[in-house]
């Protein structure tokens, strides 16, 4: 079993920064990818940034390519946030699973990121 707890959200004007974490347990996720998600009220979950587990390879949406950094260790998984938009306001989840094209065996509960204009 893998159990995932995000911290690290809050509320930062525009054009601040926050990094948010990902603490990881359970005896395999050193072996699986993990990533970030979010979901903005009323919209769908969506792709934020996924990292492989080696470390050597990443993918990230578009409109935060050049903003966010993910990364990891072997205690979770992290993402740095910065020049932050409104639009990047959203709950944003943690996610852990063998396979980095699929992204969604494990899930953490979400931390809130707000960011005013």
Sequence with gaps: QV?????GGGLVQAGG???LSCAAS???VSTYAMGW????????REFVAAISWSGGTTNYRDSV???FTISRDNAGVYLQMNSLKPEDTA???CAA????????RYWGQGTQVTVSS
């Design 97 to 104: 699973d063998p396979n980095i094209a699929i992204l969604n």
């Design 91 to 93: 709950v944003y989840y």
């Design 26 to 28: 359970g005896r395999t």
């Design 3 to 7: 159990q995932l707890v995000e911290s």
């Design 37 to 44: 998600f979010r979901q903005a009220p009323g919209k769908e």
């Design 65 to 67: 390519k050049g903003r």
């Design 17 to 19: 920064s926050l990094r």
